[in-house]
Nanobody
Framework: QVQLVESGGSLVQAGGSLRLSCATS????????MDWYRQAPGKQRELVAA???????NYADAVKGRFTMSRDTAKNTVYLQMNNLKPEDTAVYYC???????????WGQGTQVTVSS
């Protein structure tokens, strides 16, 4: 059974940093695409960052140069290091992957990030 559990969200001042964690079970990180999404109040959920099974990363333009996604396959955990945070980064952040047959989406419960100006 696939489980994703996020942690690390908090209230932080603009310019500050946070590191989000997503503890996984039931999947093998080295062969999975893992994503971080976020959803701000009144807005659609959007893709923030992704890492492929091979370890390649991609980022949304809004976070390039500020956010870094990484993973620790030994700990079955993915991370999102967020630096130089801005008020517009305020959102609930979700860990996500897909799998199974038929293919389905797996989401964590989300972790709240609030950036004050």
């Amino acid at each position: 059974q696939v489980q994703l559990v996020e942690s690390g969200g908090s209230l932080v001042q603009a310019g500050g940093s946070l590191r989000l964690s997503c503890a996984t079970s039931g999947i093998i990180l080295s062969i999975k695409i893992m994503d971080w999404y976020r959803q701000a109040p009144g807005k659609q959920r959007e893709l923030v960052a992704a890492v492929t099974g091979g370890g390649n990363t991609n980022y949304a333009d809004a976070v390039k140069g500020r956010f870094t996604m990484s993973r620790d396959t030994a700990k079955n955990t993915v991370y999102l290091q967020m630096n130089n945070l801005k008020p517009e980064d305020t959102a609930v952040y979700y860990c996500h992957t897909t799998g199974g047959s038929p293919r389905r989406h797996y989401w964590g419960q989300g972790t709240q990030v609030t950036v004050s100006s």
